[in-house]
């Protein structure tokens, strides 16, 4: 009869177990830790920049139009400001200065728009011109409204009752006026002078006929 004896059938009992070293022993020496440079977190775009699209505008503004005279001649801020329903001249660089009522005002930054409508060979025409355009060399108040407009947009003078026509004449009165008080007083007297004179001899004709 066996005897089972330790781990092995009839052998005799294992060795213990080696004692384990101690850990100071096996872990190896520490080198000094190296610092880690920390960069500050940059700053929120909110604090550089609120509103960058309206900091765009604004600095494409100053550079088209550096004297501020395109922005007042259109500002709600502006008693003297065009408003819709006066006579406006624009002159650019490629084409012939149109004239027009304005019958449309579209404020939009620096995309603000003005629309001007005037009837040429007796058929209406209507033009947009951005007032912040390189291609618009001046603009000018020819002809102010009598009366205030009530609606924002002039439509309606598109139709045949309320169609102002051809603003030519207004705009050539304005011209002569601008040259008069530019070459002087004393050739806008003499202009009407001449006028004067030339009315007379039409009435004393008229009445020689009628005797």
Known sequence: MMVETGGLRGGPPPPPPAAAAPATARIPERRPLK????????????????????AFETSQIKKLDPTGSRTRLFSKDNPDAAKVGDILLVRSKDGEPFAGVLINLRRRGIDTGILLRNQLTRVGVEMWFKIYSSNVEGMEIVQRRVKRARRARLYYMR????DLGSVEGTVRMYLKSRAAMGTGTGAGAGGGRGRDAN????GSQNKKGKK
């Open 35 to 54: 610092k880690i440079k920390i960069y500050p977190s940059p700053p929120a775009a909110k604090k550089l920049c609120a509103e960058p699209i309206t």
């Open 199 to 202: 009315a007379g001899k039409k």
């Open 159 to 162: 139709k045949v009752k309320h």
